[in-house]
């Protein structure tokens, strides 16, 4: 069965901290892993990963895909309120995309 | 460009009744697709499409009905509802998906009671 797993379900942080979110796959014919972002409202696209070992950034995220040990791990430096949402990983295999359960990410001011 | 349009934003129904939630896109994206997303479970993939008049099941079809007429419509048919369709309901596309799907826009949801 394809599948995607995150660790931790939640998470509260103080602002200023660093967090890493973390992101395993199972699925046959992987193509792509992806994050996403989610408020109170439709999921935003943050990266996607295709080789692994090549960190993506954008700001204070970042992203790292390791294929040998099929895991993704997401990076935030200096945590702001904002930073606060639902994290998802997704990875993509032939034409779909199988999403995890997302990380609840709280940042306390 | 509107980019993902969905329609209603809001919808109750009784158990059995049927109704369509409606999806566009603007984009000429080639790829559509319909997720439901439940608390603590993410988003997971219930139909999607690779063109018009192609379409195909995802994780959680039954109970589901989809067409592809058009590239920019895709909209998703409730059959007979029931409760365990009570859900938030996200349309997206994606502009390409022979050599990968990339990012997926998604529209601002559907969310849909039945009692």
């Known amino acids: 069965e394809d599948k995607v797993v995150q660790s931790p379900l939640s998470l509260v942080v103080h602002e200023g901290d660093t967090v890493t979110l973390n992101c395993s796959y199972e699925v046959t014919n992987f193509r792509s892993l992806l994050w996403y972002k989610q408020e109170k409202k439709a999921p935003t696209f943050l990266f996607m990963l295709t080789s692994s070992g090549i960190e993506k950034k954008s700001g204070r995220l970042s992203s790292i895909l390791d294929k040998k040990e099929l895991s993704s791990i997401l990076n935030i430096t200096a945590t702001q309120t904002g930073d606060s949402a639902i994290y998802l990983c997704?990875?993509?295999?032939?034409?779909?995309?199988?999403f995890g359960a997302g990380t609840i990410l709280r940042v306390k001011s | 460009n509107a980019g993902v349009t969905q329609t209603p934003k809001f919808q109750v129904l009784k158990t059995g009744q049927s109704m369509t939630l409606q999806c566009a896109q603007d984009?000429?994206?080639?790829?559509m697709s319909w997720y439901r997303q439940d608390p603590g479970m993410g988003l997971r993939l219930i139909h999607y499409s690779v063109g018009a008049g192609i379409t195909d099941q995802g994780e959680v079809p039954n109970g589901y009905n989809v067409s592809r007429s058009t590239t920019e419509d895709f909209p998703l048919r409730l059959l007979s509802a029931a409760p365990s369709q009570t859900s938030v309901y996200f349309c997206a596309s994606s502009p390409d998906w022979t050599s990968g799907l990339g990012e997926q826009y998604f529209g601002p949801g559907t969310r849909l009671t039945v009692t």
């Open positions: 997704a990875a993509e295999y032939g034409n779909k995309l199988v």
């Open positions: 984009m000429n994206h080639e790829y």
